[in-house]
């Protein structure tokens, strides 16, 4: 069974950086994309930005050009570069990792921003 762990979340001011990590216990068959969603309370889970396995990446709006998503090579573990945070980014993020027929969810980090 494979684990998926998210790493590095915590408490900053606005207009702060943070990074953070996900990596898988293993690898498993077809992996071909790393993502990450958030959801703050009362609301539901939105996409922060996704990255396949040939490089392309994709963004929610509310993010584009403050947060860069990366991976390593081996596709076992993604970085999320959060830059110029605001308190709306706050919530907690999830970690998924897809194959073409499954998906495996972290347990989630919580960010939260300081006005």
């Known amino acids: 069974q494979v684990q998926v762990v998210e790493y590095g979340g915590g408490l900053v001011e606005a207009g702060g950086s943070l990074r953070i990590s996900c990596t898988a216990s293993s690898r498993f068959d077809n992996m071909n994309e790393l993502g990450w969603y958030r959801q703050a309370p009362g609301k539901q889970r939105e996409l922060v930005a996704t990255?396949?396995?040939?490089?392309?990446?994709n963004y929610g709006d509310a993010v584009k050009g403050r947060f860069t998503i990366s991976r390593t090579s081996a596709m076992l573990t993604t970085y999320l570069q959060m830059r110029n945070l605001k308190p709306d980014d706050s919530g907690v993020y999830y970690c998924?990792?897809?194959?073409?027929?499954?998906?495996?969810w972290g347990q989630g980090t919580q960010v939260t921003v300081s006005s």
């Open positions: 998924k990792m897809s194959s073409k027929t499954q998906d495996y």
């Open positions: 990255i396949t396995r040939g490089g392309s990446t």
